[in-house]
């Protein structure tokens, strides 16, 4: 059975910064992801990356966030600066058996879910 296990949310003032992690009981990931979700909201995509560095970012974030890798420690991070109170959700880690080449967002694709950690961004 496939664990991903989130760290790294907490609360910040608006401009701050925070960097999440996911750390999975296994390597056998193509593609791995950052999902948000907002009280009453969809579960929206943030970031993804291929194992082999592609990388796609949802446009609310781009130049903000920053998705990596760690193959070697089965971790992959996203390290999000310039918080805005709309980043506030909970950010749930995803992992994908395949590659992902479009549609990077797409929940179905992920097969693998972490348990979430929240993420409050204060005006």
């Known amino acids: 059975q496939v664990q991903l296990v989130e760290s790294g949310g907490g609360s910040v003032q608006s401009g701050g910064s925070l960097r999440l992690s996911c750390a999975a009981s296994r390597d056998t990931f193509s593609c791995m992801g950052w999902f948000r979700q907002a009280p009453g909201k969809e579960r929206e995509g943030v970031a993804a990356?291929?194992?082999?560095?592609?990388?796609s970012y949802a446009d609310s974030v781009k130049g903000r966030f920053t998705i990596s890798q760690d193959n070697a420690k089965r971790t992959w991070y996203l390290q999000m600066n310039s918080l805005k109170p709309e980043d506030t959700a909970m950010y749930y880690c995803?992992?994908?058996?395949?590659?992902?080449?479009?549609?990077?967002?797409?929940?179905?694709?992920?097969?693998?879910w972490g348990q979430g950690t929240q993420v409050t961004v204060s005006s």
């Open positions: 995803a992992a994908a058996p395949a590659y992902c080449s479009s549609a990077y967002f797409n929940t179905a694709r992920f097969l693998y």
């Open positions: 990356i291929n194992r082999d560095g592609l990388t």
